[in-house]
């Protein structure tokens, strides 16, 4: 069964930092770009970044950018969202993405597979 399930979110304070996993199963995630969205209540999902299978090189929105890192442990099939500095804006569900050929990571439907998505609370 080809599936996709995200952890680590929590409740942490601005300033602070977490890690999101996004760990696959019935596939080799090596082999496919992975996606990092969030969702707030009443907004469209956004992307907040793409990390290559070709070149491992990683593409972040501008809100990410120089605060979110991506990275990739093929042992463990699984991707990592590394988040630091959070702001009280970050607060969303965070969804992870899969796809074997991307074009367009912002698209939402460039992407195959979908997890269900952690929670991720930025408050004091």
């Known amino acids: 069964q080809v599936q996709l399930v995200e952890s680590g979110g929590g409740l942490v304070q601005p300033g602070g930092s977490l890690r999101l996993s996004c760990t696959a199963s019935?596939?080799?995630?090596?082999?496919?770009?992975v996606g990092w969205f969030r969702q707030v209540p009443g907004k469209e999902r956004e992307a907040v970044s793409c990390?290559?299978?070709?070149?491992?090189?990683?593409t972040y929105s501008d809100s990410a950018k120089g605060r979110f890192t991506t990275s990739r442990d093929n042992d463990k099939n699984t991707v990592y969202l590394q988040m630091k500095s959070l702001k009280p804006e970050d607060t969303a569900v965070y969804y992870c993405?899969?796809?074997?050929?991307?074009?367009?990571?912002?698209?939402?439907?460039?992407?195959?597979?979908w997890g269900q998505g952690t929670q991720v609370t930025v408050s004091s």
């Open positions: 993405a899969a796809t074997y050929a991307i074009t367009h990571w912002e698209r939402k439907d460039e992407y195959d597979y």
């Open positions: 990390l290559s299978q070709s070149d491992g090189r990683s």
């Open positions: 019935g596939f080799s995630l090596e082999h496919y770009a």
